[in-house]
């Protein structure tokens, strides 16, 4: 178990930088990459480590990964002691954070990796019932410390860890779903705006909601009208809010048991103008633009299509066809709402490939949002990669 009564920085495991490792972890990002080390030392996974650069100079304290291309996740850049108080102290202030910028909000997240200094660490809340994932060995191995102030902090209903991220595994880490805390309900209900949500916090997607999402659908709102096409649908999230003022709404997934969930919560809101169908989307668009569709408003909402650097290629062609097609089935005056949430596509690179099918389909568009995620997501600004969700708002003039 890693050390969390306090110890000074002298008395950790050293790892030393290069001089160009020095200098990027002077420019302020908080990951250093393997190449960047000095020496290789073995230690094990998670563990915490005083890091230096080529003459000693005291740079910080991070989480050492044994198997990551990224090597170390900078906790501190103090030389102060990372014990229970420290821990205490940044749990506080994220949840004092959530508590000015969503108030009352019940599906919220409470803990965002390093943007609430907790490197590899996300903790959502859905009302009493809290969901914890660890994406590091670091915040593994101090897990049964995270949990006990939780408890102490918020004495949530139940705790349930959601380890089924695949980025454990480029961390050694094994992949589980458990509840370690209460019991959770095979099906949590929740609000967002007016509406009534399903949440299955032990096999729905991330943490049973898309919770970075929230603001986006609640804002959306105020575009949709007529006939509505959410593509990617989910659940249903941005189709049911727009439900309130269209005539129609299709969703469109290929997944029949998101479909299902999404059925059941447009029946939960009296919302009977619903049609779920289940399809590829790529296929779905292309047989509406060939047999001459036309819907008022679009959301695309896809998953990451570039998770890598290369996946760059094919995932650009990918975002330019979808967006294209949806041009295509756009009507004159309507409003298209198109997501990413790859981080290896810049928002300027994002917002260029739609200029790129607005070209190709004859459209003229004209921008009203560029949003991103919820404000309990906020993004470190020293850490780009945290920049991912992209989310533009657009209305078309021809």
Not at 65 to 75: E, G, N, Q
Not at 105 to 133: K, N
Not at 179 to 187: D, L, Q, S
Request: glycine share 8%; net charge neutral; proline share 5%.
């Amino acid at each position: 178990m890693a050390q969390t009564s306090g110890r000074a920085w002298q008395d950790l495991p050293v790892i030393r930088l290069t001089g160009k490792g020095r200098r990027w972890a002077k420019s302020g990002h908080p990951w250093i990459y393997r190449d960047d080390l000095a020496e290789m030392v073995p230690l094990p996974a998670g563990e915490l480590v005083a890091v230096v650069g080529p003459t000693g100079d005291f740079l910080g304290q991070a989480f050492y990964s044994a198997t990551s291309r990224i090597a170390l996740r900078l906790v501190t850049r103090r030389e102060e002691a990372v014990d229970r108080e420290f821990w205490a102290a940044r749990l506080e202030g994220a949840l004092t954070y959530r508590e000015q910028v969503a108030p009352g909000v019940e599906a919220r997240r409470l803990v965002y990796g390093e943007a609430d200094g907790f490197p590899g660490l996300v903790v959502d809340t859905y009302g009493p019932h809290l969901v914890v994932q660890t994406l590091h060995p670091g915040p593994e191995r101090l897990l049964p410390l995270f949990l006990e102030l939780l408890t102490s902090r918020l004495s949530p209903a139940s705790i349930t860890l959601r380890h089924d991220a695949e980025v454990r595994l480029l961390e050694g880490l094994a992949l589980e779903v458990r509840t370690v805390k209460g019991e959770v309900p095979e099906r949590l209900t929740i609000r967002e705006g007016d509406l009534t949500f399903l949440v299955d916090v032990l096999r729905g997607q991330k943490t049973g909601l898309f919770l970075d999402q929230r603001e986006n659908r609640l804002t959306v709102r105020l575009y949709g009208q007529g006939e509505v096409l959410d593509a990617f649908a989910y659940q249903g999230g941005f189709g049911l809010h727009l439900a309130r003022n269209a005539r129609q709404v299709t969703l469109v997934d290929s997944s029949a048991a998101a479909l299902e969930v999404a059925r059941e919560n447009a029946r939960m809101n009296g919302l009977s103008h619903i049609i779920a169908i289940k399809e590829n989307v790529f296929h779905f668009l292309r047989k509406a633009v060939q047999e001459g569709r036309r819907y008022d408003t679009i959301v695309l909402d896809p998953p990451a299509f570039a998770k890598s650097r290369q996946d760059r290629p094919g995932a650009l062609r990918g975002y330019l066809e979808i967006n294209r097609q949806a041009l295509e089935l756009l009507a004159p005056g309507g409003c298209l709402i198109t997501c990413s949430c790859s981080y290896n596509l810049r928002e300027e690179e994002f917002l260029d490939l739609i200029r790129q099918a607005a070209q190709a389909a004859g459209r003229e568009l004209r921008l009203v949002e560029r949003r991103g995620a919820a404000r309990d997501h906020p993004a470190l600004l020293s850490l780009p990669e945290s920049l991912y969700l992209k989310c533009f708002i657009l209305h078309a003039l021809s």
